[in-house]
């Protein structure tokens, strides 16, 4: 057994999604599960008392007597070079409650070796027997020593290290989003790298170990920060990959404001992943006592993604201290095309193929309809009003007269004496058609002229005056 131990380990986990509150005013029950460590030098003094004696007195004031209520599950773990389960118990009733409390004051500091990761091993199974029933779940462990697990442990190592079986259960830990705090009982322990390993919140106690002091550094231990539902959202994503991670974070438990490291943000989506997408980590996020506090991280993603939505997976890294739940988001991620990044170019083009759209019809009737007919018609020398006038093929004018007023007209109307339209028969090419509307108008003229164009006609007034019309050609 070395002489020089390491820390005094806390760890909160935190297994649901509900917030927790002090036991005066909490009302929903949860399950809590310590883990105390009872090897040999636990049993050793730190100033008047025992360290296993503050251990269990603060156990028992501070946990079982301050935190717990009825109807709570208490699950108490001893462990040294082997791991025991001591206590295993729903606390219906207040003698519940001090059965517990005899159990736990009972343990001694006499076992040989201190094995964390295997205690580390129960704990899970433990917890993993109780998670359906939606309790939220809390665990303490309290250890003085660095790990120094006996030979025959997975989790041996000959200078006391972490091993690569204890680093890869520590990776486990953290993606069950697990809250952990570690408190060393002395300086020049090795709960920075036990922190370090667990992302966790830890402190040193370099002068009495007592129930008070244990209580005073433990005192955000039922703190609780989540991600609020339904607020977390990625904004679409730039051509150059820059996007934002907005979220809400709900704080429970704590009484002073307390700050969060995010330390990275691992992103993937199929084929396609990145290790580090927080743009200028680690980002320190200042989080109120209780209350929502609004988020904003910036992200970059990879360049030129295919634009569509698609579920990316963010997987939260954290420095040693607080940290929020889950660890863990799949959020749809949209990246928008050419034109969501340059809505005003894009609206230009569209605007650009209407206007040419619109060209290319009027070239298409232009096209079908033939280069119109410019013709003119003067009665008497005079030019008609309206005159001159221009047809293509199914369009007409008409020739209308009123109180001996000659007119080239677009509508026809009770005045209309004459109809002019394009030549429908081919041999007649690009002539002008003139149709009697009232034959009786013309005179001395049976039929109308198959080309009206250059020709003299007499046409009649309504006061039955005659007057000389000719229709001429205006073509530029």
Same mark, same amino acid.
């Not at 105390?36 to 251990?55: C, E, P």
């Not at 698609?310 to 739940?325: A, D, I, N, Q, Y």
């Not at 003229?445 to 006061?463: F, Q, R």
């Given at each position: 057994?070395?002489?020089?131990?390491?820390?005094?380990?806390?760890?909160?986990?935190? @297994?649901?999604?509900?917030?927790?509150?002090?036991?005066?005013?909490?009302?929903?029950?949860?399950?809590?599960? *310590?883990?105390?460590?009872?090897?040999?030098?636990?049993?050793?003094?730190?100033?008047?008392?025992?360290?296993?004696?503050?251990?269990?007195?603060?156990?028992?004031?501070?946990?079982?007597?301050?935190?717990?209520?009825?109807?709570?599950?208490?699950?108490?773990?001893?462990?040294?070079?082997?791991?025991?389960?001591?206590?295993?118990?729903?606390?219906?009733?207040?003698?519940?409650?001090?059965?517990?409390?005899?159990?736990?004051? &009972?343990?001694?500091?006499?076992?040989?070796?201190?094995?964390?990761?295997?205690?580390?091993?129960? $704990?899970?199974?433990?917890?993993?027997?109780?998670?359906?029933?939606?309790?939220?779940?809390?665990? +303490?462990?309290?250890?003085?020593?660095?790990?120094?697990?006996?030979?025959?442990?997975?989790?041996?190592?000959?200078?006391?290290?972490?091993?690569?079986?204890? @680093?890869?259960?520590?990776?486990?830990?953290?993606?069950?989003?697990?809250?952990?705090?570690?408190?060393?009982?002395?300086?020049?322990?090795?709960?920075?790298?036990?922190?370090?390993?667990?992302?966790?919140?830890?402190?040193? @106690?370099?002068?009495?170990?007592?129930?008070?002091?244990?209580?005073?550094?433990?005192?955000?231990?039922? &703190?609780?920060?989540?991600?609020?539902?339904?607020?977390?959202?990625?904004?679409?994503?730039?051509?150059?990959?820059?996007?934002?991670?907005? $979220?809400?974070?709900?704080?429970?438990?704590?009484?002073?404001?307390?700050?969060?490291?995010?330390?990275?943000?691992?992103?993937?989506?199929?084929?396609?992943?990145?290790?580090?997408?927080?743009?200028?980590?680690?980002?320190?996020?200042?989080?109120?006592?209780?209350?929502?506090?609004?988020?904003? $991280?910036?992200?970059?993603?990879?360049?030129?993604?295919?634009?569509?939505?698609?579920?990316?997976?963010?997987?939260?890294?954290?420095?040693?201290?607080?940290?929020?739940?889950?660890?863990?988001?799949?959020?749809?991620?949209?990246?928008?095309?050419?034109?969501?990044?340059?809505?005003?170019?894009?609206?230009?083009?569209?605007?650009?193929?209407?206007?040419?759209?619109?060209?290319?019809? @009027?070239?298409? $009737?232009?096209?079908?309809? &033939?280069?119109?007919?410019?013709?003119?018609?003067? *009665?008497?020398?005079?030019?008609?009003?309206?005159?001159?006038?221009?047809?293509?093929?199914?369009?007409?004018?008409?020739?209308?007269?009123?109180?001996?007023?000659?007119?080239?007209?677009?509508?026809?109307?009770?005045?209309?004496?004459?109809?002019?339209?394009?030549?429908?028969?081919?041999?007649?090419?690009?002539?002008?058609?003139?149709?009697?509307?009232?034959?009786?108008?013309?005179?001395?003229?049976?039929?109308?002229?198959?080309?009206?164009?250059?020709?003299? +006609?007499?046409?009649?007034?309504?006061? &039955?005056?005659?007057?000389?019309?000719? *229709?001429?050609?205006?073509?530029?």
């Amino acid at each position: 057994m070395r002489c020089r131990k390491a820390a005094v380990v806390i760890l909160s986990l935190l @297994l649901a999604v509900a917030g927790l509150v002090p036991a005066d005013k909490r009302t929903e029950n949860i399950d809590m599960f *310590v883990v105390l460590d009872r090897s040999l030098s636990m049993d050793k003094h730190v100033g008047a008392v025992k360290k296993i004696d503050a251990v269990k007195a603060y156990t028992a004031s501070e946990l079982i007597d301050g935190q717990l209520i009825l109807g709570d599950f208490l699950e108490v773990i001893a462990f040294y070079g082997k791991t025991e389960v001591v206590v295993s118990q729903l606390v219906q009733t207040e003698a519940d409650r001090t059965s517990v409390k005899r159990i736990v004051n &009972g343990l001694v500091g006499n076992g040989r070796f201190t094995d964390i990761g295997n205690a580390l091993d129960t $704990l899970r199974t433990e917890v993993a027997k109780r998670e359906s029933n939606g309790r939220l779940k809390h665990v +303490l462990l309290i250890t003085d020593g660095i790990q120094e697990a006996p030979p025959t442990s997975k989790y041996y190592s000959p200078d006391g290290s972490f091993n690569h079986e204890f @680093l890869a259960n520590t990776k486990t830990i953290q993606k069950k989003g697990w809250k952990i705090q570690l408190l060393g009982l002395g300086a020049g322990t090795a709960v920075l790298d036990l922190a370090e390993a667990l992302e966790a919140v830890f402190g040193e @106690l370099t002068g009495d170990v007592t129930a008070d002091e244990l209580a005073r550094q433990t005192e955000n231990l039922l &703190g609780t920060i989540r991600i609020v539902d339904g607020t977390a959202a990625v904004a679409p994503v730039s051509p150059d990959g820059s996007t934002t991670l907005c $979220l809400s974070l709900r704080s429970e438990g704590y009484s002073r404001e307390v700050t969060v490291s995010v330390a990275g943000i691992a992103a993937s989506a199929g084929t396609v992943s990145v290790g580090q997408a927080l743009v200028g980590s680690p980002v320190a996020l200042r989080i109120a006592a209780s209350g929502d506090t609004a988020v904003r $991280l910036p992200l970059s993603l990879p360049a030129d993604l295919p634009a569509g939505r698609r579920p990316w997976k963010l997987s939260f890294s954290f420095l040693p201290g607080e940290r929020f739940t889950p660890g863990e988001l799949t959020l749809p991620v949209a990246v928008r095309g050419w034109a969501g990044n340059h809505p005003l170019a894009f609206w230009l083009i569209i605007a650009g193929v209407v206007v040419l759209a619109a060209l290319l019809v @009027l070239l298409v $009737l232009r096209l079908v309809r &033939g280069r119109p007919v410019r013709f003119g018609v003067s *009665v008497d020398g005079e030019p008609a009003a309206g005159s001159p006038a221009a047809l293509v093929k199914g369009s007409y004018r008409y020739l209308c007269e009123r109180d001996g007023d000659f007119s080239l007209e677009a509508k026809r109307t009770s005045r209309s004496i004459a109809r002019f339209s394009l030549s429908r028969r081919p041999e007649h090419g690009r002539a002008l058609a003139m149709e009697f509307l009232k034959p009786d108008r013309f005179w001395k003229a049976s039929e109308p002229p198959e080309n009206a164009i250059g020709c003299s +006609l007499t046409v009649k007034a309504s006061d &039955g005056s005659r007057h000389a019309m000719k *229709v001429s050609s205006k073509e530029r």
